[in-house]
């Protein structure tokens, strides 16, 4: 029988020493043998937990943004919640991992390359979109179902949500000041009213801001 805490230790000391490499080089510049090294185990053993080094940075950036991710997927099964405030914390959730990842990633060294940075942003965005789309979509279809929100699509409308806040609060893809990105949140929020069917002003707690 695998020793689970065994092979979990080892896991996240993989993720450790690339993170730890992505502070001093960029992601193009490290091999999967100074992963290796930096973790302090096998090059081989590295390929026991992920195919390539593509796949420990999919790792790592899901680790990165875990808890509000995980926080933001629990909400679709609370039906008790109406879905207009269950929207508002799964964007928020949204937010949140998108303040850690500037946090994290906004300062990096100058060792860093802008296409480093952009490349990490991609994946970034990916991820969020991604993994937040079918609770986002869950819940629309549950106010659907309760008359509270009218839409054909509930599942396009969700992804259209969602990368528009990503790429607006991330910042980097089409960078914009405070005021640029709030105002086209505002907008978001304003379509989303319109597009559902709702009285003008029931979304504006959503309180988006850059």
Request: with cysteine; aromatic share 6%; proline share 4%.
């Amino acid at each position: 029988m695998p020793d689970t805490k065994k092979n979990e230790k080892k896991y996240n000391l993989i993720l450790d020493a690339l993170q730890q490499l992505l502070e001093e080089r960029t992601i193009q510049n490290i091999s999967v043998s100074e992963i290796a090294q930096k973790a302090g185990i096998g090059k081989g053993s590295i390929y026991y937990y992920f195919p390539s080094k593509e796949a420990i940075l999919d790792a790592l950036i899901e680790r990165s943004y875990e808890q509000p991710l995980s926080t933001a997927k629990n909400l679709a099964a609370q039906t008790d919640i109406s879905p207009f405030t269950r929207m508002a914390m799964l964007f928020q959730a949204c937010q949140n991992s998108s303040t850690a990842f500037i946090k994290q990633h906004g300062s990096s060294s100058d060792n860093a390359s802008a296409q480093d940075l952009a490349f990490l942003h991609q994946k970034y965005l990916a991820h969020v979109v991604s993994e937040l789309k079918p609770a986002l979509t869950e819940i629309i279809k549950q106010g659907i179902d309760s008359g509270d929100i009218q839409f054909g699509s509930p599942s396009a409308l969700a992804e259209i949500a969602l990368i528009v806040i990503a790429v607006k609060l991330d910042n980097s893809l089409i960078p914009s000041t405070h005021a640029e990105t709030a105002d086209t949140l505002q907008g978001l929020i304003s379509l989303l009213e319109k597009g559902t069917g709702v009285a003008p002003g029931t979304l504006s707690y959503l309180s988006l801001t850059p």
